[in-house]
């Protein structure tokens, strides 16, 4: 059965386009030329998409999704808006009012048939993407991966091998990056030409959100710390994302204040805290990242231990020898296996 689509749009010339498009491409259409007809015919024969125009005679776009969004029998309807209102302010009250999606006039054929598609699919897997309504059950992380994986243009992942640059501070920032594999580990040079590991990044994490949000480049320098394997997804994409799915927002918000409440904590331990103090906070850190059955073997060079710690390579090896003594971790190699946190979580503040 050929899926329905229900068009509401006050234009005759732009109704009958869409109708003529979406019949072509194999869909059923119904058309209204008004809010006031639209609701009556999509309570009457609920379709299984709809596409409304926003400032419309009788009944407007808002009220059309207010009024179906609060009708059991439509409210599960994917509701895609179509204007060329682009204010930031327009597209952010529809998204809040519950809209999936938002495409501007004058539209791209491809792309609106591609969004239709999108969210057909995604209605009959039984998958909603998060919308206001959802902001007290919000998605996993792995949800959230999965929702952007959809904007990405070349759906082939990119390969970054162990200690190569995924991107340098200062360059142009064009793209977050999902990190589908392996772990990434984020620096910056302080004013004494010193590199301080500042974030360290797995699976399921986006890399790159603070720069997107904070300007035109990129604020840290992010280098493989394993091979890593990434989806690169266009800033535009990313934005458009976050403005459209009020879930997403919310998860992002979080992570970020998350950041700067770690950062804050980090500043502290570094301006009063001793050597002990910085290391087990250090390795606690990265136990979280590694640990399998409550223990982890963590495989990092002196060098990147030093730099997370914030202090000098002979200072965290003669630490790191103090731990060993006292039972607090096992030296394999290069690796560093902790058994037990307890001891190191007394240490730590």
Not at 17 to 30: D, F, H, K, V
Not at 131 to 159: A, K, N, W
Not at 171 to 198: M, P
Not at 269 to 282: N, P
Request: glycine share 6%.
């Amino acid at each position: 059965m050929k899926p329905s689509i229900l068009i509401i749009e006050d234009h005759l010339d732009v109704r009958e386009n869409l109708g003529e498009i979406l019949t072509l491409s194999g869909y059923t259409t119904t058309l209204a030329s008004n809010g006031k007809e639209g609701v009556k015919a999509a309570l009457l024969h609920p379709p299984d998409l709809i596409l409304c125009d926003i400032m419309m005679p009788e009944l407007d776009g808002y009220g059309v999704l207010r009024i179906l969004t609060r009708n059991e029998t439509t409210a599960g309807i994917p509701f895609i808006f179509l204007s060329a209102r682009t204010e930031l302010s327009d597209v952010r009250r529809g998204m809040t009012l519950g809209a999936d999606d938002y495409i501007t006039k004058p539209f791209d054929d491809v792309e609106l048939l591609d969004t239709i598609a999108m969210r057909l699919q995604k209605r009959n897997q039984g998958l909603t993407i998060p919308s206001s309504s959802s902001l007290h059950h919000p998605p996993s992380p792995e949800q959230i991966l999965e929702t952007l994986r959809e904007s990405v243009q070349d759906p082939e992942p990119r390969m970054v091998r162990r200690k190569d640059l995924l991107y340098a501070e200062g360059q142009t920032c064009r793209s977050v990056f999902l990190l589908l594999s392996g772990r990434a580990i984020a620096t910056k040079i302080d004013d004494y030409s010193k590199e301080v590991i500042t974030q360290l990044y797995q699976f399921p994490s986006v890399i790159g959100v603070s720069s997107v949000f904070a300007g035109h480049q990129y604020r840290e320098t992010v280098r493989a710390f394993e091979d890593l394997e990434v989806l690169a997804v266009r800033k535009d994409a990313f934005m458009q994302s976050v403005l459209q799915h009020p879930a997403i927002s919310l998860h992002f918000l979080q992570q970020l204040a998350q950041w700067q409440l770690k950062a804050d904590e980090k500043l502290l331990l570094q301006a009063f805290g001793s050597v002990r103090m910085k290391l087990a906070s250090t390795l606690l850190d990265l136990f979280e990242a590694y640990v399998e059955d409550d223990q982890a073997t963590i495989p990092v060079s002196r060098e990147d231990l030093a730099a997370m710690a914030g202090t000098a390579k002979e200072t965290i090896i003669r630490c790191l020898s103090e731990f060993k003594e006292e039972g607090l971790v096992v030296i394999q190699g290069s690796d560093i296996i902790i058994h037990n946190v307890k001891k190191l979580e007394a240490l730590r503040y």
